[in-house]
């Protein structure tokens, strides 16, 4: 079972359990998990920072049952931050209950579903505006296209149209961070099959193309003056999607978002960078073509029904 990694520290799973019990199965759209005082822990032990006064930040992280998500999560609870956890369904939410004890809430829902994933955005809405959203969630070298409700390429909903989607219904926080890999430099820069309807199934080349999409998505940052927008490559870390002999580093995988999302440094108040282990580093030449991202959010705003921007009116 995880501890925050403090000491003296009091925590209760009262209430959890019921409220996962609820839930009945098939589970619906959306479930928002709303922990009372009584449920999380108030007292969190405050990283050092927080204790000197330093405002502690609301943040909303997708796909945090597990790898990366979780990492990143137990990591910002521990430093005192407020965070909302995301999980596919009632039985992931169960498998991180003492997690979910300490975080403000959790919501569940399916982001390869455009109306379970508008249902995540109504309900983290709800709590007010997020300090900044991580957006974690991701799929890895499925065995088929598949076909979601709207009938998109799984793959696709959940690495790219979810991610988008969340963007434009999530109020605007003050930091955005979407997860790629360095495997989006084999992505195709070609925008007209990207839902895989005509091309024979590629897995390895349809994540590819997800993670420079999703690159090139944070990359928007010159329409977001208010807002800080980053990429960030985690490493092939040991995750359940890395395996066990990823050579990575898991802590420094997931220290970057934590890092991006909260920290007062310099260094990280920036926007429209591609981050590998709080180091900056060049992306595919497509990322940063304004040509390229104004053709992508076209492309993604024909497949959703979703205009990301106003102004594309």
């Known amino acids: 079972m995880w501890e925050p990694a403090c000491k003296n520290r009091t925590r209760t799973l009262a209430g959890l359990a019921p409220l996962l019990a609820s839930i009945q199965?098939?589970?619906?759209?959306?479930?928002?998990?709303?922990?009372?005082?009584?449920?999380r822990t108030q007292a969190l032990c405050p990283h050092p920072a927080t204790a000197r006064g330093n405002p502690m930040?609301?943040?909303?992280?997708?796909?945090?049952?597990?790898?990366?998500?979780?990492?990143?999560?137990?990591?910002?609870?521990?430093?005192?931050?407020?965070?909302?956890?995301?999980?596919?369904?009632?039985?992931?939410?169960?498998?991180?209950?003492?997690?979910?004890?300490?975080?403000?809430?959790?919501v569940i829902g399916d982001l390869a579903s455009a109306a379970e994933t508008r249902s995540i955005a109504d309900q983290v809405n709800a709590f007010g505006r997020m300090d900044a959203v991580i957006h974690n969630a991701g799929i890895y070298l499925e065995r088929s296209r598949g076909e979601t409700p709207e009938g998109h390429a799984k793959t696709l909903a959940v690495n790219v149209l979810a991610p988008y989607l969340l963007t434009a219904w999530i109020t605007r926080p003050d930091r955005l961070i979407y997860l790629s890999s360095g495997m989006h430099r084999s992505g195709a820069s070609t925008l007209d099959d990207i839902d895989w309807k005509r091309r024979p199934w590629n897995a390895s080349?349809?994540?590819?193309?997800?993670?420079?999409?999703?690159?090139?998505?944070a990359a928007l940052a010159r329409h977001?003056?208010?807002?800080?927008?980053?990429?960030?490559?985690?490493?092939?870390?040991?995750?359940k999607m890395g395996g066990a002999g990823?050579?990575?580093?898991?802590e420094m995988g997931h220290l970057?978002?934590?890092w991006l999302a909260t920290s007062d440094e310099g260094a990280a108040k920036v926007s429209g960078g591609y981050w590998y282990?709080?180091?900056?580093?060049?992306?595919?030449?497509?990322?940063?073509?304004?040509?390229f991202q104004e053709a992508l959010v076209g492309r993604l705003a024909e497949l959703t029904g979703v205009r990301l921007f106003a102004e594309r009116g």
Do not use: C, M
Request: glycine share 6%; hydrophobic share 40%; net charge negative.
């Open 25 to 39: 199965s098939p589970s619906p759209p959306s479930v928002v998990l709303r922990l009372d005082p009584s449920t």
């Open 256 to 258: 970057t978002q934590t």
């Open 205 to 217: 080349q349809a994540y590819s193309e997800s993670k420079l999409y999703i690159a090139t998505l």
């Open 246 to 250: 990823a050579p990575d580093d898991l």
């Open 57 to 106: 930040s609301r943040i909303f992280i997708t796909g945090s049952t597990d790898g990366l998500g979780l990492a990143a999560a137990r990591t910002l609870i521990s430093q005192g931050h407020d965070v909302v956890l995301h999980a596919r369904s009632r039985q992931r939410a169960a498998a991180i209950a003492d997690t979910s004890a300490a975080a403000l809430s959790l």
């Open 277 to 291: 282990h709080r180091q900056r580093r060049e992306a595919a030449a497509e990322v940063g073509d304004v040509g």
């Open 224 to 239: 977001w003056p208010d807002a800080l927008s980053n990429a960030v490559d985690p490493g092939w870390v040991p995750t």
